[in-house]
């Protein structure tokens, strides 16, 4: 199942059943698979983690991350992590200096969704 998460400026496409998110260039509600501009695949680590891997695209935006964000609260989590490559990094993250996943950057989601604008 696709479901589909959208600010009006952006939206990203999360399938459950594969753990892809896609980030979309726009919303056209009669696309079946509306065109996206990067992607990456998301795991469940534990009750409240998860974790993103293969970020990759050209067009994502930091409304496209936020509405991650708002996802994974939306889905139960508390915190995300991400591995980033050198000289990319993830906005609202800090990096681990502890094992485990150290080096990874972690979002700590209940601190990140207060600071986010409220959704229109």
Request: glycine share 8%.
């Amino acid at each position: 199942m696709t479901i589909i998460h959208d600010n009006r400026r952006c939206a990203i496409s999360v399938e459950e059943h594969t753990g892809s998110i896609r980030f979309l260039r726009d919303v056209d509600p009669a696309a079946t698979l509306p065109p996206f501009v990067g992607k990456c695949t998301y795991t469940r680590l534990s009750e409240s983690e998860v974790i993103i891997t293969g970020l990759a695209g050209n067009g994502i935006t930091r409304a496209h991350l936020r509405l991650i964000v708002r996802w994974a609260h939306g889905a139960g989590y508390h915190w995300l992590y991400a591995r980033r490559l050198p000289g990319h990094t993830l906005p609202m993250a800090t990096l681990r200096r502890v094992r485990p996943l150290q080096g990874w950057y972690e979002v700590d989601i209940d601190r990140v969704i207060k600071l986010l604008p409220r959704p229109d």
